[in-house]
């Protein structure tokens, strides 16, 4: 039980023996470094009504009945109770709770998770639109382990649907060597194709279209031309895939792609069609009606020609990972963009009777600021802009601001957590600013900067490896009040987080930390200290180099060696 727990305890005895009240809510909230105290409680006002008296007087008979109870109590403005709690009060707690899992808890064990991302497309470079699902999804996955999960990461690749059809069309007319194209020739006859398609429509023709189609009936009935194609597609795709997610530092352990669940797809449909769930348009197509769940769209699940969609393929991917891996929760990290199509997916989901907790962990657009000022999402003139590309320009200016005695491997780490830190800084709901000049800065709300904080750290610590540590059990931890209170709140961050994927909290919490720590030994001396002080600070050193690096681990953030 934390200090904070046990005094909300007292406070709730009090209140039953002055007032006969059961059950009161106790709330604390830090307060402003200007005000005496800690943390105060609003409970005089709120029990003002209840007990017909004035909030202050309620106030102080709360604290005339606690006294003696080991904290420093006063009243505040209307009738604000402020408590101030000692800092070696702080440091008993934290040793008290101290493991080397500080932070994890048993919240979800026994659960299981799957985690989808970046659920990247075959034949397409890996594109900045797949960096935040990327980089969500894989912050998902560690922060639900950290809360005792066991997470099952999937990399559901788009190797079916009307992309393959405008590849092999454009593969076909190309004239491109097989056995020597890259994933770049593909990702251009893809652009290529999305703008002779779309010329073709305004003509009224629809020639290249029915080609299209045709291919990816082909594939569907397994014709092995198609299926050398989608092969082919997929390895050279595989290969830059998994690059560049290296160079994120992200893997999954399963890539099982929308071909593996067509036919379990299909045969769903028809089953359901059966039931009375799903219904047969006059074309032949398929629908599933989402009126009773607030929908009025219904969900198309197959097409009138028998082709399967997205929607069909989802299908089947679902129920296999609900037969085979049996989830308690499903986190797809994709895009607001597909908000609606998720919204009638896990409606059909539940009107089938698929019993899993599907949740769509949704987010914003990447934006920068374009040559005339304006923000708008990043692109370039090619309608895209390569993952590898952005990591190469973040490597470019990590060597121009901090490159001297970094190696490549720190220079790695640092472009990497510039960019992955700019992800999560805000609520994931909003778009982020690709803004290099503060990403990339050393100072303000950034990766480097918590990065250099927990070098620092380091450097202490190995600054001081020699030093024979000494009892500490009289120092009063007065200094160090701040930095305790921020490291206690550490375990309640990461159990926050998983409850809504929110990692800006973590982000949050790891900046609050590093400049709390700067501002600590730029005014305490740690190395010089006499060997009491000496030997308390650095056991705080340790305890706050565990935590911060741990927060920018959750985030896949590493910390490199040197900055």
């Not at 497309?121 to 894989?138: C, D, M």
């Not at 969609?309 to 891996?325: P, Q, S």
């Not at 000496?534 to 590493?558: N, P, Q, T, Y």
Request: glycine share 8%.
């Amino acid at each position: 039980m934390s200090i904070m727990d046990n005094f909300k305890e007292q406070i709730q005895r009090v209140i039953k023996g002055l007032y006969g009240l059961d059950d009161v809510t106790v709330d604390f909230a830090s307060v402003p470094s200007d005000i005496e105290g800690d943390y105060s409680t609003n409970v005089a006002m709120r029990l003002a009504r209840q007990v017909g008296k004035n909030p202050r007087q309620i106030a102080e008979e709360i604290i005339q009945a606690l006294e003696g109870c080991g904290y420093g109590l006063t009243i505040a403005g209307p009738g604000f109770i402020n408590i101030a709690v000692s800092g070696k009060a702080l440091y008993e707690q934290l040793a008290e709770n101290w493991s080397d899992n500080y932070g994890n808890n048993l919240s979800g064990v026994g659960k299981i998770a799957i985690s989808e991302f970046p659920s990247t497309n075959i034949a397409k470079p890996y594109s900045v639109g797949h960096l935040r699902p990327g980089t969500q999804g894989w912050a998902a996955k560690k922060v639900l382990e950290a809360n005792g999960w066991k997470v099952v990461t999937d990399n559901h690749l788009g190797d079916v649907g009307t992309p393959f059809g405008i590849w092999a069309v454009g593969f076909k007319r190309s004239g491109l060597d097989f056995n020597a194209v890259t994933v770049y020739d593909l990702g251009n006859i893809y652009i290529k194709m999305k703008a002779d398609l779309k010329a073709e429509e305004a003509e009224g023709k629809h020639e290249l279209a029915d080609e299209v189609q045709d291919w990816l009936l082909k594939l569907e009935s397994r014709d092995p031309e198609a299926i050398k194609l989608s092969e082919h597609f997929k390895e050279i795709s595989l290969a830059h895939t998994h690059e560049v997610m290296g160079r994120l530092g992200i893997s999954t352990d399963l890539e099982m792609g929308e071909s593996c669940f067509v036919e379990r797809g299909k045969d769903a449909v028809l089953e359901y069609l059966s039931k009375g769930y799903f219904e047969k348009n006059e074309d032949g197509s398929v629908i599933c009606p989402l009126d009773d769940y607030g929908i009025d769209v219904p969900m198309l699940m197959q097409k009138s020609n028998g082709a399967a969609l997205y929607a069909t393929t989802d299908l089947g991917c679902m129920l296999y990972r609900v037969e085979n891996i049996h989830p308690d929760k499903i986190i797809y990290a994709v895009g607001a963009e597909q908000k609606f199509y998720f919204e009638q997916l896990f409606a059909m989901a539940k009107k089938v009777g698929i019993e899993v907790d599907n949740y769509h962990m949704w987010f914003g657009t990447i934006d920068q600021i374009s040559p005339e000022g304006k923000r708008e999402k990043m692109s370039s003139r090619k309608g895209v802009v390569l993952m590898e590309e952005l990591l190469d320009d973040a490597e470019k200016r990590v060597r121009e601001n901090f490159g001297e005695n970094l190696n490549d491997e720190d220079i790695k780490k640092i472009a990497v957590g510039a960019i992955k830190f700019s992800d999560f800084v805000a609520d994931r709901k909003t778009g982020i600013l690709y803004d290099p000049d503060k990403i990339f800065a050393l100072a303000g709300q950034s990766g480097p900067f918590c990065q250099y904080a927990s070098v620092r750290l380091s450097k202490i610590l190995q600054k001081n490896a020699d030093f024979k540590t000494v009892e500490f059990a009289d120092y009063d931890w007065n200094e160090e009040k701040t930095v305790l209170q921020i490291l206690l709140k550490f375990p309640e961050v990461v159990a926050g987080a998983a409850e809504n994927f929110e990692m800006h909290k973590i982000a949050g919490y790891a900046f609050e930390l590093a400049q709390e720590l700067n501002r600590y030994y730029e005014k305490t001396p740690i190395s010089s200290a006499e060997d009491e002080a000496r030997s308390a600070r650095l056991w705080l050193i340790d305890k706050a180099d565990f935590v911060l690096k741990r927060a920018l681990d959750l985030l896949g953030i590493e910390v490199p060696g040197q900055m």
